[in-house]
């Protein structure tokens, strides 16, 4: 119990540090480019057209709202931190409980391919319940901030949020966008495992100094990679998040009204946005694209 209030405690002050960077994210997610492209110069100093980073964005942001508007949509992300933490705290407890008595019945080496397989199977189980419960508080979040698109105030708070969305779309709207996120989070953790799995095993020597140190890196690299590799169910599960809701950010023009997420993946494909929201510092031009300085989007 100590340890997972530990961890509650953690994760929301992570949580209030990082969120004007997500705020930030969501919006180029959504296609708002409220600064047009600047003049600038790439790693090799040649001058080239550049996007405004997400220093130049927060101060678009605290120019319009205020520094309180940079922490729009924290409650419900919140909300999201504290009930994941103690969903996946519970169902790992769960599974291990089990996984014990499975292991009493046939040991399986410690660092094994059974014995990766077997955590990354329980650790998915967690995550995927925790992701369940949380994404409605999830959704509304997304929506809190996308408001800042179209200056709306529909969703104003958790509460309120909840009434809007069951009036309006019934129990399923709470849970639009939850496919993608739930098959990148497990793509992107099965991904991470085995890769690091693989590289502990026959890559690093046991019998070099810092072995620990090491392996460690692996597993933070290839989580990296990992993450690389499954952006694209992210970028997709948060714009069908906020599609068609009756925010401007999830309508015409900045997105075509799409009947399913598959929809949503091949129309950013064929557009080449799969990696829009991908990068925040250097953003560089989009290939073939014009920038509409009323409608504050590339077309």
Avoid at 229 to 250: E, Q, R, W
Wanted: glycine content about 10%; proline content about 5%; aromatic content about 10%.
């Amino acid at each position: 119990m100590a340890d997972t209030c530990a961890q509650v405690l953690l994760g929301t002050g992570l949580t209030v540090l990082s969120h004007p960077i997500l705020y930030i994210k969501v919006l180029v997610q959504a296609g708002h480019e409220p600064l047009p492209p600047t003049l600038g110069r790439n790693l090799f100093g040649r001058p080239v057209y550049q996007l405004p980073g997400v220093f130049a964005y927060a101060k678009h942001i605290v120019k319009i709202d205020g520094k309180a508007g940079l922490f729009a949509g924290l409650a419900p992300r919140l909300c999201a931190g504290t009930v994941g933490t103690l969903v996946h705290s519970r169902v790992l407890e769960k599974c291990q409980a089990r996984g014990r008595l499975e292991v009493s019945a046939c040991q399986k080496e410690e660092g094994s391919l059974a014995h990766v397989v077997n955590e990354t199977t329980r650790e998915m189980v967690a995550r995927s319940c925790a992701t369940i419960v949380t994404h409605p508080f999830h959704v509304i979040t997304l929506r809190c901030m996308v408001q800042f698109i179209g200056r709306e105030t529909k969703y104003c708070g958790v509460f309120d949020s909840v009434v809007t969305i069951y009036k309006e779309e019934g129990i399923l709207g709470f849970f639009a966008g939850l496919i993608p996120r739930l098959l990148g989070d497990v793509l992107s953790l099965w991904i991470c495992n085995m890769l690091a799995h693989f590289i502990n095993t026959y890559a690093i020597d046991d019998s070099m100094s810092h072995t620990g140190e090491i392996k460690n890196c692996s597993q933070a690299l290839t989580g990296f990679f990992a993450s690389m590799l499954t952006y694209p169910f992210v970028l997709v599960s948060n714009l069908m998040a906020v599609n068609d809701c009756g925010l401007a950010g999830g309508l015409p023009p900045y997105a075509p009204a799409y009947p399913t997420w598959v929809d949503c993946w091949r129309h950013l494909s064929r557009e080449g946005n799969m990696s829009r929201g991908n990068s925040l510092f250097f953003r560089k031009l989009p290939a073939g694209k014009t920038y509409i300085i009323d409608q504050k989007r590339f077309f």
